[in-house]
T-cell receptor, first 114, second 112 residues
Framework: NAGVTQTPKFRVLKTGQSMTLLCAQDMNHEYMYWYRQDPGMGLRLIHY???????AKGEVPDGYNVSRLKKQNFLLGLESAAPSQTSVYFC?????????????FGPGTRLTVT | DQQVKQNSPSLSVQEGRISILNCDYT??????FLWYKKYPAEGPTFLIS?????DKNEDGRFTVFLNKSAKHLSLHIVPSQPGDSAVYFC???????????FGAGTRLTVKP
């Protein structure tokens, strides 16, 4: 049982390049999330999904797109990377999105945009 | 607009003593509060939670206190152990909302 895994762990992009971050979970969770963590800002929700085939915007969605074609996978895309997107990205999953639901986080992807 | 604030970036305590981590929030609609712990190069892991109908929740060495009138919660760790050294995030959500808000975190160092 691997929990939540993220690919890749590190990436350096040039401004304007595109990339996709992959998140996979093996806990059969319905809900999945993408966060970014910046110094002094805590984690901020980018997009989330409440089930296969669904996506919704979070607090900071601009510049990102997501897809949830399979229940176990949640992809985060950057179409045209900008230096402001330099951050650590965390994926998470949970059984439910209601109440004091525990989110299970992946180890993070450190992205640098030059 | 940071709705959840952890005003102490760092805290250092001696092993065996109490660690108190604080969190303030501005949104009175929050009704669930959680604490996560994060080690370097790992994702956050859930520690303890509390709903707004309670003012205290305890789990072993960890206790969370909620003061709704002051919009303040705190995490007490007693006794503190070196393995507790990590970054602690406070988080809050509205019950039927998938938008959980996190504080910036407090780095706890427990000295042997």
């Amino acid at each position: 049982n691997a929990g939540v895994t993220q690919t890749p762990k590190f990436r350096v992009l040039k401004t304007g390049q595109s990339m996709t971050l992959l998140c996979a979970q093996d806990m059969n969770h319905e809900y999945m999330y993408w966060y970014r963590q910046d110094p002094g800002m805590g984690l901020r929700l980018i997009h989330y999904s409440v089930g296969e085939g669904t996506t919704a915007k979070g607090e900071v969605p601009d510049g990102y797109n997501v897809s949830r074609l399979k229940k176990q996978n949640f992809l985060l895309g950057l179409e045209s990377a900008a230096p402001s997107q330099t951050s650590v990205y965390f994926c998470a999953s949970s059984v439910t999105g209601f109440g004091d639901y525990e989110q299970y986080f992946g180890p993070g992807t450190r992205l640098t945009v030059t | 607009d940071q709705q959840v604030k952890q005003n102490s970036p760092s805290l250092s305590v001696q092993e065996g003593r109490i660690s108190i981590l604080n969190c303030d929030y501005t949104n009175s609609m929050f009704d669930y509060f959680l604490w996560y712990k994060k080690y370097p190069a790992e994702g956050p892991t859930f520690l303890i939670s509390i709903s707004s109908i309670k003012d205290k929740n305890e789990d072993g060495r960890f206790t969370v206190f909620l003061n709704k009138s002051a919009k303040h919660l705190s995490l007490h760790i007693v006794p503190s152990q070196p393995g507790d050294s990590a970054v602690y995030f406070c988080a809050a959500s509205v019950g039927n909302n998938n938008d959980m808000r996190f504080g910036a975190g407090t780095r706890l160092t427990v000295k042997p």
